[in-house]
């Protein structure tokens, strides 16, 4: 059983920066696709930004130029740094894990087998 251990939240003003962390409990981050997907008070699950095990990215519309998604294998973590952000970012922010080559929707919840506890973000204006 593979455990995600997301780290970075906080609470930041209108156009301030965080970095998310995401520590996987077994060496993963070279095998798994893995993404950061979000749920704000009220909503649904949202993609947030996804990389399979080439390096290849997405990133929802709303995030993109915005957040960038990485991973360091030798520390086996996952990163998503997160800049410029807006009061519309608050969420619980979830790292999640497939063990998958790639994925045909690399930003949908259903694709992803492992998640962790999240990481609160909450952004003022």
């Known amino acids: 059983l593979v455990q995600l251990r997301e780290s970075g939240g906080g609470s930041v003003q209108s156009g301030g920066s965080l970095r998310l962390s995401c520590t996987p409990s077994?060496?993963?981050?070279?095998?798994?696709?893995m993404a950061w997907l979000r749920q704000a008070a009220g909503k649904g699950l949202e993609g947030v930004a996804a990389?399979?095990?080439?390096?290849?990215?997405a990133y929802a519309d709303s995030v993109k130029g915005r957040f960038t998604i990485s991973k360091d294998i030798a520390k086996n973590t996952l990163y998503l740094q997160m800049n410029n952000l807006k009061p519309e970012d608050s969420a619980m922010y979830y790292c999640?894990?497939?063990?998958?080559?790639?994925?045909?929707?690399?930003?949908?919840?259903?694709?992803?087998?492992?998640w962790g506890q999240g990481t609160q973000v909450t952004v003022s204006a």
């Open positions: 077994t060496r993963i981050t070279g095998t798994h696709c």
């Open positions: 999640e894990a497939a063990a998958a080559y790639g994925l045909r929707t690399p930003l949908d919840k259903d694709e992803y087998n492992y």
């Open positions: 990389c399979d095990i080439t390096g290849d990215t």
